[in-house]
């Protein structure tokens, strides 16, 4: 749509009211403010929603892999060549053995739950970035050390250099029943990943270690599989899926994690539409300043008309009224949600500070800080939506507008 000259003109003086028209320029600017708040509400929150299930997803896969296979029975004997088959398959681009265990651990009286992992030398050198204190490569066969989460050191109350407890209740037998196996092992690192529960429960050692400590012998109990695609591992791990089939189970980080990301997806759709009305109620708010307009404008629309002015003309005047009006705010609202978004932890902790509430739980969100991740197309949408709506509320205003009778309104002045 191009305005001529004096089209653009009108359209201009109509958007800067003049002092007898406050009340059209309060609810056109309150129509902007709308605009620009729902506009940077859905950028936050779908920014936000993108960038936990990204940020989990990456904490997820990074300890776990996008795909484990695990044996029945929770021993795979012949892992070696079960192993060289899974490096063999096309896009798999690492497979390690692995071991996880759920046991017990104690120090000085507390006891707390553990997740002990059994992790190749090359594994637990990509610990080395989320180490807060100690050595990671003091972890070697024999040498009796771990590494453990932050806040399982916080809850056992060690340190670096202590002596902890794991508990293995498959310990020995005697005459009066099976005597747990407690074996002591000196913390030489606490590492943190950012999810609460890894952090609150890992416990990493060397395989031999971990296969001494479960009497395992040389038997592992899964294999950690990385691919070229984590959305696409199932479909790349089929084939081997099946050939394994009777012996082992493939399970990707979608089936191990489904209940989460099923919850998040509902979460991130409701929260979308829930927003989309503030769109809605901001075109609301553009079509009544319009309405407002256009009646307080109806003697200067007649003049127009007996002027030479077609309806075509008004119509594109007031369009462009309401659309700038939808414009400026969706630009605004794009600025604001980008500004939130890049001081968020700031704005996180001073809300907390004035209510006294724990707005970011690890142990309810997983994830120690608040992630964001813009999604170029979503935000595209988002301003699409904004404008569209914005374009159809100034269509009735308009339309009124390019219909006013000039010998109606001026035969009583």
């Known amino acids: 749509m191009i305005l001529s000259p004096f089209e653009w003109t009108i359209a201009k003086r109509y958007m800067l009211p003049g002092r007898g028209e406050a009340v059209i320029a309060l609810v056109a600017s309150i129509s902007i403010g709308v605009v620009m708040l729902s506009v940077a509400m859905l950028v936050i929150v779908m920014s936000v929603m993108n960038g936990f299930r990204a940020e989990l997803i990456d904490k997820i896969t990074e300890l776990n892999g996008h795909a484990v296979i695990q044996a029945y029975g929770g021993r795979l004997d012949d892992w070696e060549q079960v192993l060289e088959e899974v490096r063999e398959t096309d896009e798999v681009v690492r497979a390690?053995?692995?071991?996880?265990?759920p046991l017990l651990t104690s120090f000085?009286?507390?006891?707390?739950?553990?997740?002990?992992?059994?992790?190749?030398?090359?594994?637990?050198?990509?610990?080395?970035?989320?180490?807060?204190?100690?050595?990671?490569?003091?972890?070697?066969?024999?040498?009796?050390?771990?590494?453990?989460?932050?806040?399982?050191?916080?809850?056992?109350?060690?340190?670096?250099?202590?002596?902890?407890?794991?508990?293995?209740?498959?310990?020995?037998?005697?005459p009066f029943g099976t005597v747990p196996?407690?074996?002591?092992?000196?913390?030489?690192?606490?590492?943190e990943v950012g999810i609460y529960d890894y952090d609150e429960t890992f416990m990493v050692m060397p395989i031999p270690d971990a296969q001494t400590l479960l009497l395992m012998d040389d038997s592992i109990a899964m294999i950690e599989v990385m691919t070229t695609d984590a959305d696409r591992v199932g479909e790349i791990l089929a084939p081997l899926a099946q050939r394994l089939q009777g012996k082992?189970?493939?399970?990707?980080?979608?089936?191990?994690?489904?209940?989460?990301f099923e919850a998040l997806q509902v979460e991130r759709v409701a929260m979308a539409f829930a927003l989309s009305v503030i769109v809605i109620v901001a075109a609301f708010n553009i079509l009544s300043s319009l309405v407002m307009l256009v009646r307080s404008k109806t003697r200067d629309i007649a003049i127009l008309r007996t002027m030479g002015a077609t309806r075509k003309s008004l119509l594109k005047i007031f369009v462009t009224t309401g659309s700038v009006i939808g414009a400026l705010g969706t630009l605004a609202g794009l600025a604001l949600g980008f500004l939130i978004l890049f001081f968020r932890q700031p704005i996180v902790k001073v809300i907390e500070m004035m209510t006294g509430q724990n707005l970011w739980d690890p142990e309810i969100r997983f994830l120690t800080e608040l992630p964001y991740k813009p999604d170029p197309f979503e935000i595209v949408m988002i301003c699409a939506m904004a404008m569209g709506l914005s374009f159809l509320a100034t269509l009735y205003p308009s339309y009124r507008a390019a219909n006013t009778d000039p010998v109606q309104v001026l035969r009583y002045e």
């Open 108 to 174: 000085n009286g507390r006891v707390e739950a553990v997740v002990v992992r059994g992790n190749t030398p090359e594994d637990i050198g990509r610990l080395k970035p989320n180490v807060l204190m100690g050595d990671i490569n003091a972890l070697r066969p024999g040498a009796s050390n771990v590494a453990i989460g932050s806040r399982l050191a916080t809850n056992l109350g060690a340190r670096v250099g202590d002596v902890i407890t794991v508990i293995n209740p498959q310990g020995r037998a005697t």
């Open 248 to 260: 082992a189970i493939v399970s990707d980080w979608k089936s191990l994690n489904s209940s989460l």
């Open 96 to 101: 390690t053995p692995l071991i996880a265990q």
């Open 181 to 191: 196996r407690q074996v002591g092992y000196t913390v030489s690192a606490i590492f």
